[in-house]
């Protein structure tokens, strides 16, 4: 029987490769094979790239078999979140709008990946332009949890963490503009990474608010994000975003225990909205950080719960209707047939081309930019967004790391919200103000709550990826 790949690590596969226990071949084929067997179910991806993959596998077993030294992640499979430009494949957003499109360059951050040596076993699935927390505004078809697929496998980079889950990849890249690493990760029991606005390149990644914007890893283990973020990391020329800091060593992993490090709980984060048993599964992660030496801290985060939603949600919509106005069918993306002049071209060709979801937050987007309601609307949202960063910085003032819930509720049912706008914007609570503040986030798993996996994340100060790894590897454990 061919060998299974499912319950290793990244950090295992690359070395087995190197060691020569087994080939990148042989890689490509079991998770080729896997994604074959588990699809059907899961329906992680829109696109498998075997050809790519193999070629990539190939490579890696010349490499090996010259005698070169081998990259950090060869041989490892890799799922894309699909506003991930890759040539040779397509690029679609999971829209209509952009159901042809032909990437006709790749990603710095895909490409730092394979040349680590990592296999593109294809892209994944999402909610359309990242918009969303279920993966369900996907306009081809919708993912489901690997632990009980009548659920949803969260958003908006719900297809790459249901690949990792289903052990169909060992690693994914995903987005995270308010949340959609972190809390997908949560639901389907992954690891995942949003770092520091700006650490990781934005080159070829299709912008849904490019202030808020990252792209990261979604992993097994913790170690594996580490390894993946020394290997996205770091300047990019191609985004002036992108910041110029040196690189840390994020996998320095020496710490066993958790004494004297101070561990700040938001009391806002923990207080009502907070389903029963994911509460429960909370404080049991924070008496176990208690019980590793950990001091818990009682601080504050007066606006970030409380305005957070409204202000990222004007925020978010305001740059997301400026980002998607090139797709007009004339400049990008699907085109109205037989238009009867230029208005209806554009009116028809976004009309026929968006879901209602994207529609929605490019007319939300457009009016709180409009004269008249700016200075109410994006001008507020823009100070309000100042006080919460200045609350994260108060916060981490007197602490090194602060520790809260991902999603007030475990992965709900498919279907269940996706007509109640509001509730859905209402789940991404916990997780959009970090990006707000630009500040890193870690999501890991805690443990269970009726049969499904309980997330929670650790949020780091500035660049403090490294800090925000090792607690989090400690705590995972
Ligand atoms: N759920 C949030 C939204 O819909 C976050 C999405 C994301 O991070 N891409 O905007």
Not at 188 to 217: E, F, H, M, N, W
Not at 280 to 290: E, G, N, S, Y
Request: proline share 5%; charged share 20%.
């Amino acid at each position: 029987m061919a060998q299974s790949f499912d319950s290793l690590t990244a950090a295992q596969i690359a070395a087995g490769v190197a060691a020569g226990d087994f080939t990148a071949t042989e890689v490509a084929q079991a998770s080729l094979a896997a994604i074959e067997a588990r699809e059907g179910g899961v329906q992680a991806f829109l696109q498998v790239a075997p050809e790519l993959a193999l070629e990539a596998a190939a490579r890696v077993d010349a490499d090996r078999a010259a005698g070169k030294p081998l990259p950090p992640l060869a041989g490892v499979p890799l799922a894309i979140k699909d506003n991930m430009n890759l040539v040779g494949t397509r690029t679609t957003c999971a829209s209509r709008m952009l159901e042809n499109y032909q990437s006709v360059y790749t990603a710095t951050c895909v490409q730092r990946m394979l040349d680590a040596g990592c296999l593109p076993m294809g892209k994944a699935n999402m909610d359309e332009f990242a918009f969303g927390s279920s993966t369900e505004s996907s306009a081809f078809h919708r993912t489901n949890n690997p632990w009980d697929t009548e659920r949803v496998p969260g958003g908006s980079s719900g297809g790459s963490a249901a690949a990792v889950a289903a052990g169909e990849v060992a690693l994914s890249l995903g987005s995270d503009t308010g949340g959609s690493i972190r809390q997908p990760a949560a639901l389907c029991g992954c690891v995942g990474l949003k770092p520091t606005y700006g650490r990781v390149s934005r080159y070829g990644v299709i912008a849904y608010g490019s202030s808020l914007d990252q792209v990261g890893p979604l992993t097994r283990t913790v170690e594996d994000a580490a390894l993946v973020l020394s290997v996205i990391a770091g300047h990019d020329k191609r985004d002036s975003t992108s910041s110029p800091r040196p690189v840390d060593g994020y996998a320095d992993f020496s710490r066993s225990d958790l004494k004297g490090v101070r561990l700040g709980v938001p009391r806002e984060f923990m207080a009502e909205g907070l389903d029963g048993p994911v509460a429960k599964a909370c404080q049991d992660a924070l008496a176990r950080a208690r019980d590793l030496g950990a001091e818990l801290v009682d601080v504050s985060l007066p606006h970030a719960t409380r305005h957070a939603i409204a202000a990222y949600y004007i925020v978010a919509m305001a740059e997301a209707s400026s980002n998607l106005s090139r797709f007009d069918g004339v400049r990008y993306g699907y085109r109205a047939a037989e238009p009867k002049n230029l208005d209806d071209l554009y009116c028809r060709s976004r009309s026929e081309g968006f879901g209602q979801e994207v529609q929605r937050r490019i007319l939300l987007g457009t009016y709180v930019l409009s004269a008249g309601y700016y200075d109410a609307y994006y001008k507020k949202a823009a100070q309000v967004r100042r006080l919460i960063r200045q609350d994260y910085l108060n916060a981490l003032g007197s602490c090194d790391a602060l520790f809260g819930p991902v999603s007030p509720v475990t992965a709900w049912k498919l279907g269940s919200i996706i007509d109640d706008p509001l509730k859905m914007y209402l789940m991404d609570i916990y997780t959009v103000s970090l990006n707000l503040a630009g500040l890193p986030g870690l999501s890991f798993p805690v443990g269970e709550a009726d049969g499904l996996p309980v997330g929670m994340q650790l949020i780091g100060k500035d660049f403090d990826e490294a800090g925000i790894l090792g607690i989090g590897n400690v705590l995972s454990k």
